[in-house]
């Protein structure tokens, strides 16, 4: 493998280091005792943690992202079984039109897209809340969703589904005895990689969220005060480290079963 | 299982004949049409996107040709907004910016993720999964504190000034490195890197190792043989990246807030102040939508010249 590699090997441990590198400066200084965030490092502490850790706005705003994610994977990975079960085991007229609308979030600014829901919901007389947050973090879920559920349905035979049928089963005792199981993985990767988009969602809560921050716009308020900083890198590391874990899992649970066929979905 | 409405489907639970009622008439052919079936599976989440994309998108267009005196919305049809956004020259300077930050992101991008998508694709040989993973965990982590370290690194008495004067090779802090254009470019880049690695090598991943082999074999050596037959069928993958980072990018607000400065500023930042400070919808609507066309407009023109470019190669 090294043989004819040596120049591309070096070449992508650098752009590792490029991408990691940056953002490890984080934990790093959520470690260092100055409140300034330059080197030369002054020591080790943990002071920042425990300042983080006993800040009642931080926790209700972890409450309120905690709130919003676990809405909206559950409602995205619903709305994207349904969209991926239809799109892969019946011919839906349109239906290659019908799967680009429903990425079309992913080709829209952010920026756009929660100004014009803030635009309907104002229409609408509606009140800004967690509720029209989960809204619009459900509209740029949905695309991740479905890519995630496509995959795997495409993954396993609908020859078992039919059998299943043909033996005198009905529709939903199949659905939940045959395609549940065989979906799960997809299901349960796509619940942990939506929950993981809308926790770390910005702009469209910053929109949508009325009163009611959710962590990162609780992050964005911290960044305009320099005596604040450190206790930010310190819930940003915890925030980094929980991300990593939660994707490793998901992307594990979802390349069981897909042998060789797997691949990542981000960009698909 | 069989296609079209109307055909018999035995695979289907069969419905009790004889109760020839409507009701039971059209449950028959829904239950033996697949697409009637499709699309009723579809329509939650069709329902979702009309509710949530399309009227919001459709108000938006609305509101453009609306205009606010006051507090006071003015419905009735005008150009003023699109006219006040591509007239005064402080909106069009930054457009042709938004434009020019994101051109540049998308080229280093895509340029930095090629080599690094085609060694995953060619070199590797076990650890392939391994390698994509570590390279899209960075995608799923929080954007924000991507951002915002760049944010420290580069300020003023940040992280590359105090490690510089630390060690004695400068005496005072490099003032350049934060708050400009060349500040949004290095943190988008960094930002976005792992969306152009993916569809350079899903690309890359599907070209056919035969056709390498017979390039050789006619005598080609690696570089023509890259130039000729891997460069030019790996195209879809660079466009489609190129798009990928491209659009989002024009219309980032996060990176130009924070390490832009005065002279960063995009044209996100200015349609969030007509939604927030100013409170001028209308304003606000046509500037999303004129930035829309634009970038709609760019990347079709991009598209066009790349594909030409890539027939002319072959």
């Known amino acids: 493998m090294r043989k004819r590699s040596g120049g591309l090997f070096v070449y992508a441990v650098l752009y590792l280091a490029f991408l990691y590198i940056p953002v490890l400066f984080l934990p790093l200084f959520s470690f260092n005792r100055s409140v300034f965030i330059a080197f030369p490092l002054t020591g080790f502490t943990t002071q920042w943690y425990a300042q983080m850790l006993g800040d009642d706005e931080m926790l209700r705003a972890l409450v309120n992202s905690l709130e919003v994610g676990a809405v909206t994977s559950l409602f995205s990975t619903l709305l994207g079984t349904l969209a991926a079960k239809a799109l892969t085991r019946y011919r839906v007229p349109g239906g290659g039109a ?96 939506t929950f993981i988009v809308s926790f770390d969602e910005f702009l469209i809560a910053y929109f949508l969220a009325g009163n009611d921050a959710t962590l990162p716009i609780y992050i964005w308020g911290q960044l305009r005060f320099p ?42 | 299982m069989l296609e079209g409405s109307g055909e018999p489907d035995d695979s289907m639970a069969a419905i009790p004949m004889g109760q020839g009622g409507v009701l039971a008439r059209i449950a028959r052919v829904y239950r033996r049409s697949e697409a009637a079936r499709g699309l009723a599976l579809l329509s939650p989440t069709m329902l979702v996107m009309l509710g949530a994309l399309a009227a919001p998108l459709a108000l938006l267009a609305l509101y453009s040709f609306w205009s606010q005196d006051g507090y006071v919305l003015d419905t009735q049809f005008t150009l ?17 910016r938004s434009i020019e930050i994101s051109s540049l992101v998308t080229l280093i991008t895509v340029l930095l993720a090629y080599p690094m998508a085609y060694f995953v694709a060619f070199r590797v040989r076990e650890s392939k999964f391994l390698w994509l993973v570590l390279l899209t965990i960075p995608f799923w982590t929080s954007y924000l504190l991507r951002v915002f370290a760049w944010k420290l690194i580069l300020g ?116 969030e102040v007509q939604f927030d400070k100013v409170g001028n919808w209308p304003l606000g609507a046509a500037l999303a939508m004129a930035s829309m066309a634009a970038v709609g407009v760019a990347t079709l023109l991009f598209v066009a010249a790349m594909r030409a470019a890539t027939a002319r190669i072959r």
């Open chain 2, 80 to 96: 003023a907004q699109y006219g006040t956004s591509l007239g005064r020259a402080t909106y069009r300077a930054l457009f042709y």
């Open chain 1, 227 to 268: 005596y604040k900083l450190p206790a930010v890198l310190a819930l940003g590391a915890l925030i980094l480290v929980a991300s990593t874990a939660f994707v490793i899992f998901a992307e594990w649970i979802r390349s069981r079963g897909l042998g060789e066929k797997r691949h990542l979905m981000v960009g698909a």
């Open chain 1, 98 to 193: 019908l799967l680009a609308f429903t990425s079309l979030p992913l080709f829209i600014p952010d920026i756009v897209l929660g100004i014009s829901l803030l635009i309907l919901l104002n229409g609408l007389q509606l009140p800004l809340s967690l509720l029209t947050v989960i809204a619009g973090h459900s509209l740029i879920c949905v695309p991740f969703a479905i890519t995630v559920l496509m995959s795997r349905f495409e993954g396993f035979d609908k020859s078992l589904e039919e059998a299943s049928l043909d033996l005198g089963e009905n529709g939903w005792m199949t659905f939940w005895r045959v395609t549940f199981p065989l979906a799960l993985p997809g299901i349960v990767s796509s619940l942990l990689l």
């Open chain 2, 156 to 271: 003023y008495n940040g992280v590359i000034n105090s490690g510089l004067m630390h060690l004695g090779l400068i005496h005072e802090p490099l003032g350049f490195l934060l708050y400009n254009p060349t500040a949004v470019v290095v943190t988008l880049a960094h930002a976005w890197a792992p969306f152009a690695i993916l569809p350079i090598y899903v690309s890359l991943e599907k070209i056919d190792c035969s056709l390498l082999e017979a390039a050789a074999d006619l005598g080609d050596g690696p570089l023509r043989r890259f130039l000729r037959v891997t460069l030019p069928l790996s195209m879809p993958g660079v466009i489609a990246a190129a798009v990928v980072i491209f659009v989002p990018t024009t219309g980032d607000y996060v990176t130009p807030s924070l390490v832009g400065g005065s002279d960063g500023v995009m044209i996100a930042n200015i349609i």
